[in-house]
């Protein structure tokens, strides 16, 4: 389920964060009929980056951070929508989805999160704080061997954000965080749908670094700030901190 935030109201600021300015947004593609650009007046920032690179747990802790300076917040996701989610999720456990209908499922979730969630809360003036957004679903897609112009053309109705930030961190250290936090690796972020090796280990290796290649390929397109995410949380979240207050003006 998404969580929505809303102001804290005369809660004590424990850091100053500067009141973003408006600033109207623009489609990546084609706008939604019915939403007009100029009325989008809050902040999009996306956190983007493999699981392991301490993505989550950075965005709730700025989460935290902007509400304490008295700005509402609204996070997005993967897998969040209330259309598609769980659904997605139940298909994805049988390991069975080829790529076009995996690729389908996640748009669908994207889609219905823009329309219900992003859009309304951009119009309210709230910071959105994605956690992934379509860039990773561009690259899964793509390093699936579907289309580019065909994947990119099903995310042109996306809101360009304000910034992107990539947490980079190598595939040997991404192995290590995840095992240490659930025992075991993803069959889907391993690649093991992709066939590129019957170990596990050495398909998420091998995975990830196709996926590291292709957001290498998005940053340069795209102007990403990448962000080495081989640090301790607090000074990763200092660095995002700077970055962020940055994208806000």
């Not at 804290?8 to 706008?31: D, E």
């Not at 989610?85 to 823009?114: M, P, V, W």
Request: hydrophobic letters at 40%; one cysteine or more.
């Amino acid at each position: 389920m998404t969580a929505k935030r809303k102001p804290t109201g005369n809660r004590k600021a424990t850091s100053r964060v500067k009141s973003p300015k408006p600033l109207a947004k623009c489609f990546i593609g084609h706008s939604l009929p019915g939403v007009k650009p100029g009325e989008l007046t809050g902040r999009l920032i996306v956190i983007e980056g493999a699981d392991g690179s301490g993505r989550s747990t950075q965005i709730r802790r700025l989460v935290d951070w902007l509400e304490a300076s008295g700005h509402a917040t609204t996070q997005v996701g993967l897998k969040r929508s209330n259309l598609a989610s769980e659904e997605l999720e139940s298909a994805k456990n049988g390991n069975i989805l080829n790529r076009t209908t995996l690729s389908l499922f996640y748009a669908t979730d994207f889609a219905d999160q823009l329309e219900n969630i992003i859009i309304p809360s951009l119009r309210a003036g709230f910071i959105v704080l994605a956690d992934r957004y379509i860039y990773t679903l561009m690259a899964r897609d793509m390093v699936r061997g579907l289309d580019s112009e065909w994947v990119k053309s099903l995310y042109s109705i996306a809101i360009k954000p304000d910034a992107v930030f990539y947490l980079k961190l190598p595939a040997e250290k991404l192995i290590q965080r995840n095992i240490m936090k659930n025992q075991t690796l993803d069959y889907w972020e391993s690649g093991m749908d992709l066939g590129l090796s019957l170990d596990m280990f050495d398909s998420f290796l091998q995975y990830q670094q196709l996926m590291a290649d292709k957001f290498e390929e998005f940053r340069k397109s795209w102007e990403f700030t990448t962000i080495d995410a081989d640090q301790s949380m607090n000074a990763l979240n200092h660095e995002l901190r700077r970055n962020v207050e940055h994208a806000l003006g």
